[in-house]
């Protein structure tokens, strides 16, 4: 409710206890006294209510204070931007976002890499680069691109006519100075650990940021979004940059499949 709403119906509320105390006692100023004490009352119960839903905010904030921001670190710069958002969860070195979040944090997480965004790419190409985000999403790559930060992607597939489909997205993210490579699922999950390091991260949609961090598309089983995370914990480095490497000495580069 709109806080001048509420300071209405509150003020009703108050005209109307004012308004039976009248009834009852016949007595205008102490019906005038009963009214304003409820309008006040009511006042300071809303502001008691409106703290109380940004105090754990407040906490989840102070909380990043002790320990968890780092100067000169991505993570903790994102933590003050999310911080505050409803919808995002802050742990363990990591930043994870629901759904509605993830084109934004995206955005923001490659527009704070410096150097280099590696990543392979398994999210449903209908969920992210066949739609109106691809526009948006060049843009955003060329402009790091133009300020020396290096991106590589390998779409992760299940077929040739997902590759297809995918051609003219490859085209232009080559055009644009993004190295671009295909590589199928199943031969990429032929590696056993792989594999295992695949269900560990919970996503095969992931980058390495800077060398440093991990950037991960969680998807369902369907490849459909299901959040995002950014993380400098070092296990999930680890993992990430495996898979990533033997991603990258397995892809066929996009001019070989044109």
């Known amino acids: 409710m709109q806080p001048y709403r509420k300071i209405l ?61 780092k100067p000169s670190d991505i993570v903790s ?38 150097t280099r965004w590696t990543v392979v790419s398994y999210v ?17 790559q060329k402009e790091r691109i133009e300020w020396g930060c290096h991106i590589e992607r390998l779409f992760c597939v299940d077929s040739d006519a ?30 056993n650990l792989i594999a295992k390091y695949a269900r560990d991260l919970g996503t095969l949609d992931i980058a390495l940021v800077d060398d440093k961090y991990v950037y991960r598309t969680h998807i369902d089983k369907h490849r459909k979004l299901t959040g995002a995370s950014l993380t400098r914990d070092h296990d999930v480095f680890e993992k990430a940059s495996y898979v990533i490497d033997q991603a990258r000495a397995q892809a066929v580069r996009e001019m070989e499949t044109t």
């Open 124 to 140: 449903d190409p209908n969920t992210w680069w066949n739609i109106g985000t691809v526009k948006p999403t060049l843009a955003t």
């Open 162 to 191: 997902e590759i297809e489909g995918l051609r003219e997205t490859m085209r232009d993210q080559s055009k644009a100075g993004i190295q671009v490579g295909v590589i199928r699922k199943e031969k990429l999950l032929e590696n």
């Open 9 to 69: 119906v509150d003020l009703l509320l108050g005209l109307l206890v004012g308004f039976i105390i009248n009834l009852i006692s016949n007595n205008l100023i102490i019906s005038a006294v009963g009214g304003l004490l409820t309008f006040f009352l009511a006042e300071f119960i809303d502001l008691k209510v409106h703290i109380s839903k940004h105090t754990g905010q407040i906490e989840r904030l102070n909380e990043l204070w002790q320990g968890f921001l």
């Open 77 to 114: 710069e994102l933590a003050y931007e999310y911080g505050f958002k409803q919808s995002v969860n802050i742990a363990n070195d990591t930043i994870q976002v629901s759904p509605d979040q993830v084109w934004p944090f995206w955005r923001d997480c490659l527009l704070k890499a410096k």
